[in-house]
Structures are given as C-alpha cells and as structure tokens.
C-alpha cells in the first residue's frame, strides 16, 4: 500500500447475527486489498453503542485491520466516554473518528456534557493523550445544519485545531467542492490530510433521498440518468460506477490524500471503482 495515500472502508453495525456474519465475509474480502484501516458508525445518540463495540472488535482482532469506532458525544457524558475511551485503548484500537453525532429524533438540541465535536476532540485528548489518531467529519458543501458556509468553514477550523490528525468528507459528487473546500481551509491553516468520502451509486430513490437529508447534492444531469434508468438496476450500477471512477480519479490526479469508501457493508461496488482506478493491493 503507497504510504503517500490512504484508503479506508467504512461499515455499520448489523441488527442480527446472520447480519454480522455477512458482514465479516464482506470485510475479509475487502482486508485483502491492505487497506489503511476500516471505520465503523454509531448510531444516533449512541443507540447502536454496543453492536459497535463488538463489530470494532472483531475487525480488528479477527480481521486483523486497524478499525476506528464513530465515537460521538450525543447523549453521553464524560464518564461514559471515558469508560468508552479505556475500554478501546486496552482492546488496541488506535484510531477514532471523532462526531457531534446524529440527533435521535425529538432530541432537539444535543444532549450530554459535551455539544459539539471540537469539545469531544478535546476531551479525547486530555484523558489519552496521543494514544489515538482522531479523525473528524468534513463538509464541503456545507453541514446541513451550520447558518452559512463561512461559519461551517471556521467551526472545521476549530475542531481540527483541538487536535485531530485527519478529517473525512461527506461523500459528494462533484469534484470541484472538494478542491474549494480544502483550499479554503488551507487559507486558515488547516494542514491535515483531507481525505473524500466515497458513496458508491446503487440505488437511485434510496441515495436521493439520503442526499437531500445530508446535504449531499447530486447533479440534476446524474439525477436525470438515474431516473431514466427506472428499475433498471444493472444500468444503474454501471452508470454509477462510470461516474464515481471518474469523479475518484479526477481527485486522486488533484491531489486528494486518498479515498474513503461508503460501504453500506457492501464489498462490490467500492471495489468495482477500485479496480477501474488501477489502485495498489
């Protein structure tokens, strides 16, 4: 694997053990193209807490690839976290990716003694030191809750400065905001690698919607194909991995310090743009 670039795939937990299975057949797969590390999501307000814990541990002891639990701050409190953060040191995760994390629905405002994903870095932090390689989330069009994009700007700014080494984009799909954004951050003196996020294109009606709920805007040219395409599902696929391998190619020639795959515990489609990008095993 170049060690100029770093390529990771994500997953979530499973509800159910046949799930879980599954899950650890697509990761075997995947841990044969050396990847960087896995990561693995948190549900809102922690609600997949457990799940996380023992899928972050298998893929790390059994599967044998550096895993980074989603550690968010939504309705934990310090102690929790702490308990959270001994427990991950003494399994020999290094590797943290550091959010705000989803509000459950009717929470309203974040609950818990730390509100926003600067304060969880801090915290991370002070009670382990350098122990853990932290990564926090990128928006480069925007979270969809900040006021306005020179804030969101300033806010990213303030959570890397807490002291976090990497930071991983919501996917996107246009190539052109990922250059701005990191020039933008630049200019404020963020010099940690920013590393793009990476849906791949299987499913129009259920991505759509997921991309108007995150903020990720999909172009109405891509929109139009997809919704010609219908049921097809074979045409979509392919259509989605032709757009994405181009869009993935274009930032690894700009420079981008590597890809972060969107799984959806799915080994096909991320790999099937891996193969077409020509990239390392």
């Known amino acids: 694997m170049s060690s100029t670039r770093q390529f990771s795939f994500e997953f979530f937990p499973t509800k159910t053990d046949a799930g879980h299975e599954k899950l650890m057949q697509t990761a075997a797969h995947l841990a044969t193209y050396n990847p960087n590390y896995f990561s693995c999501t948190y549900g809102a307000g922690g609600s997949t807490r457990d799940r996380t814990i023992d899928t972050v541990k298998h893929l ?31 399994s020999g995760i290094n590797r943290l990716v550091a ?39 990128a928006y480069p069009e925007m979270h969809p809750q900040a006021r306005n994009f020179e804030e969101d700007l300033r806010n990213f700014a303030t959570k890397v400065k807490a002291g976090a080494n990497i930071a991983i984009t919501q996917y996107f799909f246009n190539a052109d905001c990922y250059f701005y954004f990191v020039e933008r951050v630049r200019k404020l003196g963020i010099e940690i690698p920013i590393v793009p996020g990476i849906m791949p294109i299987t499913n129009y009606t259920r991505l759509a919607r997921f991309s108007d709920a995150c903020g990720a805007e999909m172009p109405r040219w891509v929109r139009k194909q997809l919704e010609a395409y219908g049921d097809d599902t074979k045409s979509i696929k392919a259509f989605g991995e032709q757009v994405i391998s181009e869009m993935c190619e274009r930032l690894l020639q700009g420079g981008a310090p590597g890809l972060h795959f969107y799984t959806l515990n799915q080994a096909e489609p991320s790999l099937a743009i891996w193969e077409n990008l020509k990239l390392p095993r």
């Open 60 to 90: 790390n002891d059994v599967i044998k690839v550096s895993t980074a639990p989603h550690l968010s701050c939504v309705g934990d409190t310090k102690a929790d976290l702490r308990q959270l953060l001994t427990m991950y040191k003494n």
């Open 99 to 137: 959010l705000r994390g989803d509000l459950p629905s009717g929470m309203g405002m974040a609950s818990g003694e730390l509100r926003y994903a600067n304060e969880l870095v801090e915290f991370v932090r002070k009670e382990t030191d350098d122990h853990f390689t932290i990564a926090v989330a």
